[in-house]
């Protein structure tokens, strides 16, 4: 962005749950994310100036009133705690769809709060700003959880269990495995989707969930294909989410019959993921699309290493 005094950041875009951790993993992905530009004001408090889409337009669904914005909610958060008298003012970029299960309230939060620490007398360590950003996701998703913040925040596979925050932990990531997402053009509200989860779960369901978690996190050390094709799986929260998007089913299908290591709903849908093997990433994620577009869905996909990167400051 071109504009003087102002500083850029992008945040990506990530995968929340990444099937085996319900709001307690998550993963960052490649080339989609939300930029958030800062300066000081002169006058006190947060302001948006603008927020716009892609295509260099004014954003048709999101508000510039600094309260109902997660980007602003999250930069006043770290302002309020670390900033000076003077004010900020913020420019967004909105490039993740929203409502789409792929993190874009998580990213624009962010992504303001990196940039709004560059402006900061004394800025903060990437890690301490996971309880501001978090700030700003609460708005949005109706509930405490880090999984699409922490990745963003800090790029590639992050532990980042409710129990622990402000914790989370970088996790090692399995060597020739990608990432496949794919974005079915319509919106899933999150908030609504966590309201409508069974508050319980049978013993049965939590030892195998817990059991998929566990053998998940020691495959990615490992570098085990393998058991990942074992344990990339959520016999809990999938279940009760997929109905809401109508292709999954046979988005999963096409995914698993091209050999994908495992596929679930991104976060609370409609983004669909999958892990594979890199070589097989490309028919993975062509497999998904036309299987999605059989269904009547428009769709997007990238592929992304598991490493991609977390938030930056743009020169
Ligand atoms: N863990 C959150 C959920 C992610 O599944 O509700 C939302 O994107």
Redesign the pocket.
């Known amino acids: 962005m071109s504009t003087n005094n102002y500083v850029t950041a992008f945040a990506p875009a990530s995968i929340?749950?990444v099937a085996v951790g319900?709001?307690t993993l998550g993963l960052a992905i490649a080339g989609a994310g939300d930029r958030v530009s800062a300066r000081k004001t002169e006058s006190a408090g947060i302001t948006i100036k603008e927020v716009r889409g892609l295509d260099g337009e004014i954003h048709a669904n999101l508000s510039v009133d600094p309260d109902h914005n997660t980007a602003s909610i999250a930069a006043h958060a770290l302002w309020k705690a670390h900033g000076d008298a003077s004010g900020v003012e913020l420019i967004v970029l909105k490039g993740v769809p929203l409502q789409s299960?792929m993190?874009s309230s998580a990213a624009s939060a962010v992504a303001a709060t990196v940039a709004v620490n560059a402006l900061l007398d004394n800025p903060l360590q990437k890690p301490e700003l996971l309880p501001y950003a978090l700030e700003g996701e609460q708005y949005a998703?109706g509930?405490l959880?880090a999984?699409?913040v922490a990745p963003s925040l800090l790029g590639g596979l992050v532990l980042c269990p409710t129990s622990l925050l402000p914790d989370a932990w970088s996790l090692p990531t399995p060597k020739g495995i990608s990432s496949i997402l794919v974005h079915p053009d319509m919106q899933v509200n999150?908030a609504e989707?966590?309201r409508n989860l069974a508050r319980s779960v049978t013993v049965d369901q939590w030892l195998a969930q817990q059991g998929y978690l566990a053998g998940f996190i020691a495959a990615c050390e490992r570098n085990d294909a393998d058991l990942i094709r074992r344990c990339l799986k959520d016999v809990i929260?999938e279940p009760q989410r997929k109905s809401a998007v109508p292709c999954f089913d046979a988005v999963k299908e096409a995914a698993l019959k091209t050999n994908a290591l495992g596929c679930s709903l991104s976060?609370?849908g409609p983004g669909i993921f999958a892990l594979s093997l890199d070589a097989e990433a490309h028919n993975v994620a062509i497999a998904m699309e036309q299987a999605c577009r059989t269904m009547g869905y428009e769709c997007q996909s990238w592929i992304s290493p598991m490493t991609a990167d977390g938030a930056y400051l743009e020169d």
Do not use: E
Request: charged fraction near 20%; glycine fraction near 30%; hydrophobic fraction near 5%.
């Open positions: 929340g749950n319900y709001d299960g993190g998703s509930g959880h999984d699409n999150t989707q966590r929260i976060g609370s």
